[in-house]
């Protein structure tokens, strides 16, 4: 079974520092891969996605991601970072047809002023 | 992306009795899904719900805690039967489109006393 692991529960970065979320999946072929942002008291966003192609993917509100096969991962970035980014950020994969979502346990980002 | 509405938005129930929750998507959806975040946890998937079938649930997760209905392309139902405290949690529904994205709907929060 695939699983992902996002092994920053919390980070803490200032407003226009460079930010970086990890994640790691398993899973025995190429997954499609996700990422989501949920704020306080919101639903889940999507950011990104990948499916194939080019391993660097660009997303919304200037995030982008970088597939890495050989390392199994799978991280967020972001060159500046805003105080409204401040949330909780999920990885997911999919596989098969990627109806099926398995989801990382999160990291919570703070933003410093 | 597709518009989806969940009701209630939250509630607050008593232990023993039961709660439906409603998600209603804006266009017609092969599948739906509905998930679970227990407070401060990541998102796991209870079932995936298809029109006119049974639903198919994961491991953990049975038709007689959480009976589902799915009568038709744009609407589906989440009963938490027999509720108890440890069923405190926020409930997502999510439509898969044919790009193979996920899109949430604003959630649950469910509190049982």
């Known amino acids: 079974a695939q699983s992902v692991t996002q092994p920053d529960i919390h980070i803490t970065v200032s407003e226009g520092a460079s930010l970086e979320l990890r994640c790691n999946y398993s899973?025995?072929?190429?997954?499609?891969l996700f990422w989501y942002v949920q704020s306080p008291g919101q639903g889940l966003q999507l950011l990104l996605k990948y499916f194939s192609g080019d391993t660097l993917v660009q997303g919304i509100k200037g995030f982008e991601a970088e597939f890495k096969r050989s390392q199994s991962s799978f991280n967020l970035r972001k060159p500046s970072v805003h105080w409204s980014d401040a949330a909780e950020y999920f990885c997911a994969v999919g596989v098969g047809s990627a109806r099926q979502l398995t989801f990382g346990s999160g990291t919570q980002l703070t933003v410093l002023p | 992306s597709a518009v989806i509405s969940q009701k209630p938005s939250r509630d607050i129930c008593q232990r023993g009795t039961s709660l439906t929750i409603q998600c209603q998507v804006d266009?017609?959806?092969?599948?739906m899904f509905w998930y679970r975040q227990q407070p401060g946890q990541s998102l796991t998937l209870i079932a995936t719900a298809n029109q006119g079938s049974e639903a198919t649930y994961e491991s953990g997760f049975v038709i007689d805690k959480f009976p589902i209905s799915r009568p038709n392309l744009t609407f589906s139902t989440l009963t938490v039967s027999n509720m108890s405290p440890e069923d405190s949690s926020i409930y997502l529904c999510?439509?898969?489109?044919?790009?193979?994205?996920?899109?949430f709907g604003p959630g649950t929060r469910l509190t049982v006393l």
């Open positions: 899973y025995g072929a190429t997954p499609y």
């Open positions: 999510s439509v898969d489109r044919k790009n193979n994205e996920q899109f």
């Open positions: 266009s017609q959806v092969t599948m």
